[in-house]
């Protein structure tokens, strides 16, 4: 009886039987990725880089003692107290929610009279969220960013 004629399962079949599942996945894994969204990258990728490097820049340099802004929160009566510098031209504030976008705000200061800025803060909701405040002195600009935990 020749050994050759014999039919079955033997060990050649299943390497060919791993390689085709393997390929069947990484098919699978290529058509279920390209089908992704992807928001982390934008269309105009440069221009946001050199955006987010002049961001950096201005959170990095030294603010001088007599430009300096101090931002208090007082969770008992939901309000945000920002100390603006003197001299200061403009001032804006973000707040930003990781969690939902739809509740992020922005606020600009307009006032020209008065050192002190208050901001009702009914609208920050429980849990995590980032700020970043811009403001403007003697023709210098300045970013403070921080993060906030409402309880």
Request: glycine share 14%; charged share 15%; proline share 13%.
């Given at each position: 009886m020749n050994k050759s004629s014999k039919k079955g399962?033997?060990?050649?079949?299943?390497i060919i039987l791993t390689f085709v599942l393997f390929g069947a996945f990484m098919a699978y894994f290529y058509i279920k990725?390209?089908?992704q969204v992807i928001e982390l990258v934008g269309d105009n990728y440069y221009e946001d880089g050199q955006k987010f490097q002049k961001k950096l820049d201005l959170k990095n340099q030294k603010v001088p003692?007599?430009?300096t802004l101090h931002v208090q929160f007082f969770a008992k009566h939901k309000l945000m107290l920002v100390r603006l510098?003197?001299?200061i031209e403009s001032a804006r504030i973000q707040f930003?929610?990781?969690?939902?976008?739809q509740q992020d705000k922005s606020l600009v200061w307009t006032s020209k009279d008065g050192e002190a800025w208050t901001i009702?803060?009914?609208f920050l909701t429980?849990?995590?969220w980032k700020y970043s405040v811009s403001w403007s002195v003697n023709g210098h600009d300045y970013l403070k960013e921080a993060r906030?935990?409402?309880n």
């Open positions: 399962f033997h060990w050649g079949h299943g990725m390209t089908h003692t007599s430009d510098p003197m001299g930003f929610r990781p969690s939902n976008a009702p803060s009914e429980k849990g995590p906030l935990l409402i």
